[in-house]
């Protein structure tokens, strides 16, 4: 299997655009996370879904923050507007059976 | 509540042991242990159920205490290839996914 896939793996943007991250679970798992990793707050999660259905967003700084999953096989993580304090790097990660498989991250930064 | 990793960091030569504790002020569940190499993913290590249990493969090895609501993480005969960051992640519920993390510690096995 590929592994959890995220796009794209770097992001600069400027305070006030819209940003959107993406990820491509590993097939078969029915739970995925986002998470998010500074050096002051160390690793985050921000929501996770079960199949599809989202079952915990309190982890989701604000409101310009929101996540999507249409399908199984994908989920979007989308910033609107962005701020510099936003900058960070963002990991998607599946699981099936507790164990947490996370993709190789984006790392955002917001001038 | 995150949980308490100790110590922060770690300096160890080839061939010598070494002990990552966790704590939580929360009653635990499971406790999951990640290894993330600087630039990279974090990687799973292993998961540790309610019930005391210990866990190893290779030269690595964790305990879990829910009465003291800790757990240790045990490397022994450490390799050049142990060095990253280790994360220990927390639940509270049965059948909970939802995972707190601890800001980590940073493991340098030198030759």
């Known amino acids: 299997d590929a592994g959890v896939i995220q796009s794209p793996r770097h992001e600069v943007t400027e305070m006030g655009q819209e940003v959107t991250l993406r990820c491509k679970p590993i097939?078969?798992?029915?739970?995925l996370f986002w998470y998010r990793q500074t050096m002051m707050r160390g690793l985050e999660l921000l929501i996770y879904?079960?199949?599809?259905?989202?079952?915990?967003d309190s982890g989701m700084p604000e409101d310009r923050f929101s996540a999507k999953m249409p399908n199984a096989s994908f989920s979007t993580l989308k910033i609107q507007p962005s701020e510099p304090r936003d900058s960070a790097v963002y990991f998607c990660?599946?699981?099936?059976?507790?164990?947490?498989?996370f993709g190789p991250g984006t790392r955002l930064t917001v001038t | 509540q995150q949980p308490v990793q100790s110590p922060q960091a770690v300096i160890l030569r080839e061939g010598e042991d070494a002990v990552i504790n966790c704590s939580s002020s929360?009653?635990?569940?499971?406790v999951h242990w990640y290894r993330q190499k600087h630039g990279e993913a974090p990687i799973f290590l292993m998961i540790?159920?309610?019930?005391?249990e210990q866990k190893g493969h290779d030269k690595i090895s964790a305990s879990f205490n829910e009465k003291k609501q800790q757990s240790s993480l045990y490397l022994t005969a450490s390799q050049l290839s142990y060095s990253g960051t280790y994360f220990c992640?927390?639940?509270?519920?049965?059948?909970?996914?939802?995972?707190?993390f601890g800001k980590g510690t940073k493991l340098s096995v030198i030759p």
């Open positions: 879904f079960n199949n599809n259905v989202p079952i915990d």
């Open positions: 929360k009653a635990l569940y499971s």
């Open positions: 990660a599946s699981s099936l059976n507790y164990e947490q498989y």
């Open positions: 540790l159920l309610k019930g005391g």
């Open positions: 097939s078969g798992h029915d739970y």
């Open positions: 992640g927390t639940s509270s519920g049965a059948g909970s996914y939802q995972l707190t």
